[in-house]
């Protein structure tokens, strides 16, 4: 079966206990109930326009996820999107996918 690379990107507040933010540890805890153990995700700075023009930092955390590529998982995502959205507002959640060749 073809795989999917789900990468969800959350904002956090600080980068020392981005892991231990609670908002994180629930997405990580609903998303390994659901599809198993999710990759070790990644944590970092992502450059984003200001409102003023101006470039701010925002902390965030990425979760990586490779699972199956049914129409099931893709309407999962596109729901748990808003889920997320409520979770970390008033930040953007970014949530891409893209095919995975397991080699």
């Known amino acids: 079966m ?3 690379r789900y990468e969800l990107r959350v ?3 600080s980068a020392d206990d981005s892991w231990e933010d609670p908002r994180v540890r629930q997405t990580r805890e609903e998303l390994l109930k ?3 153990r999710p990759g070790p995700g990644t944590r970092g700075v992502l450059r984003v326009g200001a409102h003023s023009g101006e ?3 925002q902390r965030f955390v990425e979760l990586v ?3 199956d590529d049914t129409p099931e ?3 999962f ?3 748990y999107q808003r889920v997320l959205l409520e979770r970390f507002a008033p930040s953007e ?3 891409t996918s893209f095919p995975v060749d397991v080699l």
């Open 2 to 4: 073809r795989k999917r």
């Open 11 to 13: 904002p956090v507040g």
């Open 34 to 36: 659901r599809f198993g």
């Open 55 to 57: 470039a701010t930092s």
């Open 65 to 67: 996820l490779d699972t």
């Open 73 to 75: 998982t893709q309407a």
């Open 77 to 79: 995502f596109t729901g």
């Open 93 to 95: 959640i970014h949530i």
